[in-house]
């Protein structure tokens, strides 16, 4: 079935560090990649997605291309803040289907 | 604009007790989910409703959990008896386009459930 891989953490970086957080996926179709984050105390936010092969999501300074050759959607940033300290989740999701199909989720924490 | 409103916060019971969640989802979407999330995992979709019909309830286990959503805003989830794997976040969201794999889910800031 489908499902998504993402590295495991907690990640720990110092600010203005270059980020990266991996995610693979397995899929029998075609789906939107997203990645959402989960401040602490709050609900889960989309941060960005893409809906087709080599499409880029971006926002709040964060990126992520999606590459189908190696089904994959690594989310990058060139320079951390402490305020992106939180938990980021890779997911899945085909056009057809409102079913969300989350990765276990990385904590990051940023270091000041 | 007010997001998602999931009342307890937080709640500690003990196994065999029963238990509601509560959830009021954004103002005029029809569409809501409820994801349970377990420790160090990613949320996983437990019922979804488009207005006060359950469309897909595949993974909600009914021998003791039941959900409903009277009129069409708010839902309440429960769970009776309690187990101590239910342990978990129940993570309520809310959707404006029902069905629409392009529609962006915004979820509340969840329940957090223990069983003692």
């Known amino acids: 079935g489908d499902s998504v891989t993402q590295m495991e953490g907690p990640v720990t970086l110092s600010e203005e560090a270059f980020l990266t957080i991996n995610c693979t996926y397995t899929?029998?179709?075609?789906?939107?990649l997203f990645w959402y984050v989960q401040y602490p105390g709050e609900g889960l936010q989309l941060l960005l997605k893409?809906?087709?092969?080599?499409d880029k999501g971006s926002n709040k300074g964060f990126e992520a291309t999606y590459r189908k050759e190696t089904t994959s959607f690594h989310l990058e940033k060139g320079s951390v803040q402490v305020s992106d300290s939180a938990v980021y989740f890779c997911?899945?999701?085909?056009?057809?289907?409102?079913?969300?199909?989350f990765g276990s989720g990385t904590r990051l924490s940023i270091r000041p | 604009e007010a997001g998602v409103v999931q009342s307890p916060r937080y709640k500690i019971i003990e196994k065999k007790q029963p238990v509601a969640f509560w959830c009021n989802p954004i103002?005029?979407?029809?569409?809501l989910y409820w994801y349970r999330q377990n420790l160090g995992q990613g949320p996983e979709l437990l019922i979804r409703?488009?207005?006060?019909?359950?469309?897909?309830d595949s993974q909600l286990p009914k021998d003791r959990f039941s959900a409903e959503r009277l009129k069409g805003v708010d839902s309440t989830l429960k769970i009776q008896p309690a187990e101590l794997g239910d342990s978990a976040v129940y993570l309520c969201a809310s959707s404006l386009i029902s069905g629409a794999g392009t529609d962006t889910q915004y979820f509340g800031p969840g329940t957090r459930l223990t069983v003692l």
């Open positions: 899929a029998t179709g075609y789906p939107s």
């Open positions: 103002s005029g979407h029809n569409t």
């Open positions: 997911a899945l999701r085909y056009s057809s289907a409102s079913k969300i199909i």
């Open positions: 893409a809906t087709k092969a080599d």
């Open positions: 409703y488009e207005n006060e019909e359950a469309v897909d």
